[in-house]
């Protein structure tokens, strides 16, 4: 299965404060997307970087993804409140862009 | 619009019941998903149309069976389901054929008594 895991399964950070969650895979892929979900709702899509990127920003978010380790990280800047959710990151298939899987997800708290 | 609509948002059915879920986005998009989500678990894809035909079935059981009547459609029809089945059901939607971000509805709630 190309499902990633992610590390830590749960963070809990003062407002504020800066939060990192990584996240490993299996096999080779076209690109990496992360997600964000409030509890019981839809996903949202955060940031897509590509398998021939290393970083990328949006606003408060950097993603790096070192295909080399088969892994990425997510950092959340100057976390506020509002950040409190899950987390996940779906990878595709090499050959398959259009099949795309969820890691496990980083359960993040910021606490105000 | 940029959204994907799931309806019903709740759904309770019995097991000898037939229900379906639906889906719509005006977005252009050509490949639709529907995955299948527990509590404090990760999405789990179920089904991919791609230009309205079926190109991913994740060995899922019979009585999930999919539909897409239109580029803006995506059916998801129940039947004889079992206890375990409840879970959220999410949709999405992405620009085919080159990988792009994912569009996701906000989910229908199945609980099967």
């Known amino acids: 299965s190309q499902q990633g895991e992610e590390d830590p399964q749960a963070l809990s950070i003062q407002e504020g404060e800066n939060a990192t969650m990584n996240c490993s895979y299996k096999t080779s892929i076209n690109n990496l997307q992360w997600y964000r979900q409030n509890s019981g709702r839809g996903l949202v899509h955060l940031i897509l970087i590509r398998s021939n990127e290393r970083e990328k920003h949006s606003g408060r978010l950097r993603v790096t993804l070192d295909t080399s380790k088969k892994s990425s990280s997510l950092l959340i800047t100057a976390s506020r409140a509002a950040d409190t959710a899950s987390y996940f990151c779906a990878t595709d298939e090499r050959y398959n862009f259009n099949k795309f899987y969820f890691g496990s997800g980083t359960k993040l708290n910021v606490k105000p | 619009d940029t959204e994907v609509t799931q309806t019903p948002k709740h759904l309770v059915m019995g097991m000898t019941n037939k229900k379906s879920l639906k889906c719509e986005q005006h977005?252009?998009?050509?490949?639709m998903y529907w995955y299948k989500q527990k509590a404090k678990k990760p999405p789990e894809l179920m089904f991919v149309y791609s230009y309205e035909k079926l190109s991913i079935n994740e060995s899922v059981p019979s009585r999930f069976s999919p539909e897409c009547p239109n580029s803006s459609l995506l059916n998801l029809h129940l039947h004889a389901l079992q206890p375990e089945d409840s879970a959220l059901y999410l949709c999405?939607?992405?620009?085919?054929?080159?990988?792009?971000?994912?569009?996701f509805g906000e989910g229908s709630r199945l609980t099967v008594l």
């Open positions: 977005m252009g998009h050509r490949a």
């Open positions: 999405a939607s992405s620009l085919a054929p080159l990988p792009q971000p994912g569009v």
